[in-house]
């Protein structure tokens, strides 16, 4: 069935006039779809959850439904009095009332409400932007910090489980594919070197968990500059998106993830690796806006793994990207053959910044 087709399953008013592909996330099919009535028009983001990632993609549903109506239901008092009008977006249910439609190949749809008049960027833009960025993930962390944990299921198995990104690594080196482009690429060797030398410090954040050192809370799990929505009247940021990866976690790989995305400057897409590095002024100016509303909530063990959180989600994601190019690019799409090297070498070019920078990182977070 078509994207055209399965829009019309969902409760909005008025007639179809277009299904657009977009957006540029890595994991699931993303539409934008306008509906017109004789008076007006209503907006929404269609989206095909890809089954092979989330092999449970009623999970996220079930995630998204409990965390939008107990923030919606608090949004409508913050708002009233806030610098600022904060949104999230919306299940749509469909026809019959569900979350979610199930087409015939067993493909989840789900829509959801379009924030208008903002917009998100894939790169940062300025130390304002990065200042937005922490300011949003900070009130975002704020607004579900009671949801009990045991409320939320678990979309991915080993989601921001550093170690168990090293085991599928572990497991695919060997075999006859991978070998093949280990011995024809020099950049797929210095990538597994990388790796190896960083071996020892994977673990850290489960061995937290593991000496109690660390709690789980509901995490974001993608908090990515990409995913944060900048009011284009304003120009403050308004809005989380990308709902798919809420569960229970530790709130350092979403702080890592947002600032290995707003620190660099040349963006996860870099073509130039040269350009890649971690840039102090845009650092201190997402952490800062986190802080804003983070400072409520912030233990003291939590700041002495900030640094650890900043290193360690670039090398995750680089691992990632690396494990799946070695793989045969099953799990992140990508636009051209060797996508994935691409994209872990620009990961690892940032970790590599991020540990030269480290006694001013660890200056600015104060521990
Ligand atoms: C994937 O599809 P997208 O862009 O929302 C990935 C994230 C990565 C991100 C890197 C479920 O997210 O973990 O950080 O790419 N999502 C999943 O851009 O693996
Ligand atoms: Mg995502």
Known sequence: MNASLIAKCFEVNGQLVSVVPYGSGNINDTYHVI????????RFILQRIRKNVFPHPEIIMDNMRIVTDICHAKLKEINEDSDRIWQLPKIIQT?????????????LWRAITYIASAQSYETVQSNDHAYEAGTVLGFFHNLISDIPIDSLGYVIKGFHITPSYLEQLDAVKNTPY????????REARTCMRFIEERRDFIPVFENAKAAGTLKLHPTHGDPKVGNILIDAATGKGTSIIDLDTIQPGLIH?????????????????????STVRCDIDLFASIWR???RHAKKFLTEADYLYIYDAIRILPLELGLRFFADYLNGDTYFKTRYVGHNLKRALVQFKLVESIE???FQIRKIIGV
């Open 35 to 42: 509906f017109r009535t004789s008076y007006s028009e209503r």
């Open 95 to 107: 026809h019959d009332g569900k979350d979610f439609y199930e087409d015939g190949n067993g493909d």
């Open 178 to 185: 991978a070998k093949e482009l280990l011995s024809e690429h």
């Open 253 to 273: 790989s979403d702080i890592g993830d947002a600032i290995r995305s707003a620190c660099n400057p040349a963006g996860e897409d870099a073509n130039d690796l």
């Open 289 to 291: 806006g986190y802080k």
């Open 356 to 358: 030269n920078h480290e």
